[in-house]
Every structure is written in C-alpha cells, then in structure tokens.
C-alpha cells in the first residue's frame, strides 16, 4: 500500500534551516511529483511547492522563493523539503502528498517545525 | 492566483441532519481539478472527494461533490458522529495550488 512517512518534530531558532524529510513505499516514486504545503496553529492549508518525481523540477511558492529548497533521493524513494532563514511564522505542520493529476490521495503524518529563540 | 471562499466558516448541525458546504472560485475551475478533503484534530487531511464529484477510494456514500464553473459543493446527506470536522475544497488547475480557508462542522 502506499505510504508517506515523514521525520520526526524539529525545534529551530531564527535565523536557521530545517529539512523535512518524506519516506515513500508502495509506489513508482519516479512516476509522481511530491507537494509540501503547511499549516500554522489554528490556520489553514498553505501549499509550499512542488518537486517532479519524473525530472526534478520544481514549483515554489511565491512567497518561499530564495529560502526554499525541494530535493529528493530516488535511491530511497525520499523526497526533501529544506526551508532557510527560518522565522517565527513559519511554525507549523509541514505534510507532504504525492501528487495526483486530479487530487492529493496520499499524505504523510506531518512533521512540526516550532521556530522559537 | 484561483482564491477560494468557503461557506459558512461554521455549520452547527444535529446527527443524521444534512449538510451543504460551499465554496466559491475567483474564476473558472474545470470540474476535473476540484477537490474536497476532510481534516480532524491532529490529522492530516483526508482525501473525500476528487474531480468535483468522485469520491475517493474507501469514501462512503453519504458524501456527494457537485458543482461547475466557479460554484462546487459538498453534501453529506446524513451526519454522522464521525462527520464532524473542517473541510476544505481545493483547487489544482493553476499554480499555486490553493485551498479555501474551510468549514467547520460542529455538533449542535
């Protein structure tokens, strides 16, 4: 069966990155993209961007261009999410979900990143 | 970038009641890119309906998508103890992906 498992929670200060990581099995990891999004205490769903399974390339987010980084070990069917210059409003749950032409059938647990001082 | 409105922010409703929630593009969305998911506390979101109005794998058919254009629903004919979440629609024609800002449905 298909499965996304993602690292464990990450406590960041200002100023620093965190890499997110999603371990997929059950499927072609080639043959889908991954999607990020976030969502903040209490808030909604924010996507972060998108990373091809096929050929690597990415689709970010406006506001996370510069500071934002998708990556992916094909080896270890593990797409990566590495997030820079972290602020206090980036606290949140960070899910990943392969990425389906039509929806997101498939989601990760989420990992929370808390960026505190 | 598609913005979607979501309505009302909260349904009060009763067990076995019905349910319609609404969500509204700022332009055309094809049916085949719209989606509904169902999120409970400390869960991630669950895929209910894809396409505007096919359900997912394992959905039960209380749950029923409907919609064009830039007006889609989402109808849960009977609540049950279970129902009671936010749901959120999305949108995956246009880059960036966007989602409404949900739906509570809370017991009354």
């Known amino acids: 069966q298909v499965q996304l498992v993602q690292s464990g929670p990450e406590v960041k200060k200002p100023g620093a990155s965190v890499k997110v990581s999603c371990k997929t099995s059950?499927?072609?990891?080639?043959?889908?993209?991954i999607s990020w999004l976030r969502q903040a205490p209490g808030q909604g769903l924010e996507w972060v961007g998108w990373r091809s399974g096929y050929n690597g390339n990415t689709n970010y987010a406006q506001k996370f261009q510069g500071r934002l980084t998708m990556t992916a070990d094909t080896s270890t069917s593990t797409a990566y999410m590495e997030l820079s210059s972290l602020r206090s409003d980036d606290t949140a749950v960070y899910y990943c979900a392969r990425a389906d032409k039509s929806a997101w059938f498939f989601w990760g647990q989420g990992t929370l990143v808390t960026v505190s001082s | 970038e598609i913005v979607l409105t979501q309505s009302p922010g909260t349904l009060s409703l009763s067990p076995g009641e019905r349910a319609t929630l609404s969500c509204r593009a700022s332009?055309?969305?094809?049916?085949?890119?719209l989606a509904w998911y169902q999120q409970k506390p400390g869960q991630a979101p669950r895929l209910l309906v894809y396409?505007?109005?096919n359900r997912a794998p394992g959905i039960p058919d209380r749950f029923s998508g409907s919609g064009s254009g830039t007006d889609f629903t989402l109808t849960i004919s009977r609540l049950e103890p279970e129902d009671f979440a936010v749901y959120y629609c999305q949108q995956i024609q246009t880059s960036p992906r966007t989602f409404g800002q949900g739906t509570k449905v809370e017991i009354k």
């Open positions: 396409g505007t109005s």
């Open positions: 059950g499927y072609t990891f080639t043959s889908y993209g």
């Open positions: 332009q055309t969305v094809s049916t085949t890119y």
